[in-house]
């Protein structure tokens, strides 16, 4: 697992209370820490760590196992998506803003239009996310892992549950 400082960690537990409610969350995340869980800060590095018998299973993005497995398509880890039949698998978003003193605001804004738009196919080739774009499409490698089932829960939600959610890791001793 990720440490509880990563941002995958602080999204995932806020989506376990949003889901579950905070009594329930707790209980899951104290069944976690009863697991000694391996803490590693880096998905790559949990993925090298599990293809080297570290451990049996464990939880990352999927974009870090596809490039691993562009590297060598034999990496001998598998993709299971989570929660397929309940509330879909948890998902995370890369997004941008502009700030408000941003002072090139112009060149700022055609740029983040640029990777939404024309150049979705690009980025989402590149890192092998899924593209937000509907009109872009998947990297071959990503297809494979196949159709899955998305959490629906708004990414608001996770920012405001945020520190809900490092308060309950910090409370149940998940380092
Ligand atoms: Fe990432």
Redesign the pocket.
Known sequence: MRPSTHSYTQSLVSSLIAEHGEARAEEIVRGWVANEPILIDS?TEILKSLAAGRGDVAIT?H??LGRLLEEDSAFPVQLFWANQADRGAHV?VSGAGVTANAPNRENAIALIEWLSGDGQEMFAGTNHEFPANPAAPVHPIIAEFGEYSADPLAKEELGRLQSQAVELMNRVGYQ
Request: aromatic share 40%; hydrophobic share 0%; glycine share 0%.
């Open positions: 998905d993005n974009y870090y995370n």
